[in-house]
T-cell receptor
Framework: DAGVIQSPRHEVTEMGQEVTLRCKPISGHNSLFWYRQTMMRGLELLIYFNNNVPIDDSGMPEDRFSAKMPNASFSTLKIQPSEPRDSAVYFC?????????????FGPGTRLTVT | DAKTTQPTSMDCAEGRAANLPCNHSTISGNEYVYWYRQIHSQGPQYIIHGLKNNETNEMASLIITEDRKSSTLILPHATLRDTAVYYCIVRGGDDKIIFGKGTRLHILP
């Protein structure tokens, strides 16, 4: 199994530009999670889906952030417009189920730099 | 907020067992104890989880006290590749996984 796939691995953009991060979960997994990691705030859960439906988006920092999961094998996290404080590593993870007792498998992350 | 308390950092000699403690004194009956680790510049990696009984897999062992208020992750024969930040997480039912600061484990050659 290829594991969770994220693209791009690195993204450098200017403030105000739109950024789209992509994730392909492990085949057969029903739940998908987006996290953000910074030195200051550590690893934070932004949003998660179950069967392509958003379950909890309370971690999304602002309206500038949006996430979609149009099908079971693809999800996007979009930032529009981007700001320097959005610079972070963004991880996608998937699991069979979002409930307790189910481990999550993380992708390699996308390192976003907004200048 | 994270429901666990871990030491900020620990050292362990290569080849020895690494014992990483975690306190979770407010754990409730339906909450699992999870351990993940994050090697530098990589995504977090699931290690093991348990509810009440001790658990063992190919990576590690998890020892949970009888009152479930604390646990210990054991890496039986630590190698340099085990140098990472180790996160102890308590989660149950519909809860979200909340990562704390974890323990930075240094394996010394």
């Amino acid at each position: 199994d290829a594991g969770v796939i994220q693209s791009p691995r690195h993204e450098v953009t200017e403030m105000g530009q739109e950024v789209t991060l992509r994730c392909k979960p492990i085949s057969g997994h029903n739940s998908l999670f987006w996290y953000r990691q910074t030195m200051m705030r550590g690893l934070e859960l932004l949003i998660y889906f179950n069967n392509n439906v958003p379950i909890d988006d309370s971690g999304m920092p602002e309206d500038r952030f949006s996430a979609k999961m149009p099908n079971a094998s693809f999800s996007t996290l979009k930032i529009q417009p981007s700001e320097p404080r959005d610079s972070a590593v963004y991880f996608c993870a998937s699991s069979f189920d979002w409930r307790g007792g189910m481990e999550q498998y993380f992708g390699p992350g996308t390192r976003l730099t907004v200048t | 907020d994270a429901k666990t308390t871990q030491p900020t950092s620990m050292d362990c000699a290569e080849g020895r067992a690494a014992n990483l403690p975690c306190n979770h004194s407010t754990i409730s009956g339906n909450e699992y104890v999870y351990w993940y680790r994050q090697i530098h510049s990589q995504g977090p990696q699931y290690i093991i989880h348990g509810l009440k009984n001790n658990e063992t897999n190919e990576m590690a062992s998890l020892i949970i006290t009888e009152d479930r208020k604390s646990s210990t992750l054991i890496l039986p024969h630590a190698t340099l590749r085990d140098t990472a930040v180790y996160y102890c997480i308590v989660r149950g039912g519909d809860d979200k996984i909340i990562f704390g600061k974890g323990t930075r484990l240094h394996i010394l050659p």
